[in-house]
């Protein structure tokens, strides 16, 4: 490739040959400068160990610290018999020779390897400025051989998201879409092929509740306005008024048998001798009275009930229409559906997220689920119950997972059942090579029961199942890290919340009037920020991770938050279009000028970014992609301040007063470099960079 040839020529200047490569070893010095160290030191103690080069690449890694060099070698790795191997550290860098290494340090069993500065920055600054936004990524490794450019993208499905249509868009929602969508930027940074898969809850007995409510308390003008929020409500009011119906029947059952108790009390224990025998229950007239009317009351609540059908038994007959195609039953849902897949698209657009594919769980074909249920018979894995379908997974080696419900009395499907039949579709329409699920930790026994139930199934959906993942995440809490509730009103929805941060940061843009000004589209800027400090936020702990949805923190400035890491892209940008070097006097700077130590730092972070984003690949963390650029923007940020130490007023770092046009340009290349990577990493992590602020 081009890029092949232009980093040859730069080592040729540094008097090297071609990077070298080893037949088993995956290196890519097309992506990663760091790749390119990795060779000659897998070539150095190859010849002076005779290890393999396969289990010295794998021996060499990379420090938490740049202190501890740019990569390291734990001498025991090598597995080399017979020798100490703090003795053989010491061998290793005396003997080790390679003209962009620094001497080695023999550290106790540790060899540390420090890279030249004036080579690195001329090969990793070029990395930087010629890859631009594809510096970091590495497309080989989603090919079925990566080695083999021919062979094709591998196919990932990843499901995320996936709210109801009735129910509110929570912050569980919310996390599956922050975390799903980071999810298939990685994948295809990585070169996979990939489909964003929407799994909508769109099914089941509460759309039966959803359109009885909507006959009583719906408005074809509300929801056409806001779909999600009108559905919502609607589902809301018809849950209490089921839930009112039902709590009256309990009443009612309760108040007869406290009357009936009354009436006739156990009969008292015989009372000791001497002791007074107790009193008579008294039973009146009026209570008499009372219970008949009770009675009454009860039996009339219960008739009624059979003749006029409680709400939720009419849901049930409703959905039971649905299932059984009844197009009257069908025509609310498929306005609700569509409606809010629309408001949903929008809503997605602002997070930078659009799917591929929005299926749902009413899209699940009844033929896959009555095939399902046959192999499930067939293979005695489901057993009858009652007139209903359940399995028993205790019974098939798993008795943590208990027993669950495959099928109802009246035939019609669950949850489970859907996503069961829902596996095999995917796989006939996309023939995947990976499907992932996101989804919230509270469904790991949902989850950990459909995989396994697939397993049993046996071949052709055990093969399938075999290439699905299911990536869970902690919960949301209210900023006290209590658990958030309707019922006290700490829920906060996706609309609402977006909202709130777009304000908070929209006050602190208009406090700098003169920068405010420049700004062309204030309002997208504020709700480009507040998304960022929403995201930000998300990524700052391990998925599995709960945390706390604290407004305040994550607008803030201050700190490693969203907000931070947009002001200080904003900051280069800035500084970029005050200096304006020509692009080609970047390209071309003498970045041996970059001599301060905090500039030499700054480069051998950006060196760092491919192997950051190869290690995330492994992760699937978005916390280490944010690690790395909180490190790599503090240094940025020293790098302002850097000052000189034979003239301490002097700010060896600083464009505006370079001493000379050289100067200027490598330094201004440094930073632009350094904007690159911050910007490859807030996109992978699906922020949009912003260029003022
Ligand atoms: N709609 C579900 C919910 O909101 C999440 C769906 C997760 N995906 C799945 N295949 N079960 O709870």
Redesign the pocket.
Known sequence: TADMDDISTQLQKLGLSQPPVFPGVQLFPQYNPVDVYRGYIIEQINRITSVEPSIINNAVAWTQDLKHGDLVLPVPALRLKGKKPDELAVEIANQFDCPIIEKPVADKTFVRFFFKPAPLAHLALRYALSQKTAYGFNPSLGLHDPSNPESGKKKLIV?YS???IAKEFHTG?LRSTIIGGFMVKLYSAAGWDTVSMN?L?DWGKQYGMLSQGFEKYGSEAELERDPIKHLNEVYVKINQDNAAEQKEAKRLAEKKDELEKLKNPPKPKKPAKGEAPPPEPKWTDEQERELQDVTAQLEKVQEDLVQKPSIDEKARRFFKRMSDGDQEALKYWQKFRDLSIEAYTHMYARLNIAFDDYSGESTVKQEDMDRAAEVLEKRGISEDSKGAVIVDLSKHGAPKLGKTLVRKKDGTSL?LTR?IA?NYERYEKYHFDKMI?I?ASQ?DV??AQFFKILELMGPPYSDVIAKCENISFGMVKDPHGQTMSTRKGTVVSLADSLDAAHEAMHEVMKKNADKYEQVQDPEATADTLAISAIMVQDYSGKMINNYNFDMDRMTSFEGDTGPYLQYSHARVCSMERKAAVPRHELENADYSLITAKEGIELVRALAQWPDVFLNTYKTREPVTVLTYLFKMTHLLSSCYDAKDTSNKNAKTMSVMYAESPEKKAALMALYDAARQVLANGMRLLGLKPVERM
């Open positions: 499901e996936s709210p109801n929602h799994y809850g949850y996503d829902a699920y989804v469904q949902h989850m």
